[in-house]
C-alpha cells in the first residue's frame, strides 16, 4: 500500500506559481538602431522615466480593477539585437513607479545595431508576453521608433501573429527623419482591438508623447 501511494504522488502534476492577476502586460521597447545617437537614446530614457513618476499615470493606474501594470522594458534594433533592459516588474503604487523610473533613467544603452527589424521586435516582444508572470487583462506591445522596418520578416506579418495571439500592438513615431512615419505604422505595424499611434515630432517631444501613450494604454481607451 505504501509503494502505491509512492507510485500516485509520482504521477501528481506539480503545482506551479499562480499568476498575478492585473490589468495590464505593458512592453516598452526603446529604438537604438543606427538612426538614433546618444543624445535621442537618452531622451527616449529620460522621457519614459518622466512619465512613470507622473502623478497621473499612477492615478490611473490605480484606478484600474486591480490596480496594478506590470512593464518590461527592451531595446531593439537589428533582426537579433532584442535585449530585455528590465524584466517584468510590477507596478502599483508611488514607490514601485518611483523605483522602475529610477531604474528606467540609469539604463545604459546596450545595443547600437544598425538596422531596423519591427518585425523581430514584435515577435520578441510577444514571446515575452507569453511568458509573463503575471496574468493580465490586456496585453500590450509599446513600439517606439524613428524609422521603418528594414530588416528581418515582413512586419505585418509578425504584427498579424501577435495580434492573434490577443496582444494590441501601438506604435510612437518620432518624425525627425521619416515625416510620413506615422501612416507607415498604421498601415503596417499596429494591431488589435483600438490599436493607435502616438506621434513625437521629433525627439525633444518623446517625453510628452510617451506620457500620453501611457496613460491611454493603462486607460484601455485607445479610441480618444
Known sequence: MFCACLVLLATLPTSTPAQTPIDLNLVLAIDCSQSVDDAEFALQVEGTAS???????????????FGAIAVT??????????????????????????????????????????????????????????????????NVIDVAADGANNSGTRVDIARDHAVSGGIVVNGLTILNEVQYLHYYFRNHVIGGHGAFVEIASDYADFERAIAKKLLREIQGNFLF
Open 51 to 65: 512619465a512613470l513618476r507622473s502623478e497621473e499615470i499612477l492615478q490611473a493606474i490605480q484606478a484600474e480593477p
Open 73 to 138: 522594458v527592451v531595446q531593439w534594433s537589428g533582426e537579433n539585437s532584442q535585449i530585455v533592459a528590465i524584466p517584468w516588474t510590477l507596478v502599483r503604487d508611488r514607490e514601485s513607479a518611483a523605483a522602475l523610473a529610477d531604474e528606467v533613467a540609469d539604463l545604459p544603452r546596450l545595443t547600437r545595431d544598425g538596422a531596423t527589424s519591427i518585425s523581430a521586435l514584435i515577435g520578441f516582444a510577444a514571446e515575452l508576453i507569453a511568458r509573463s508572470p503575471n496574468r493580465a487583462t490586456r
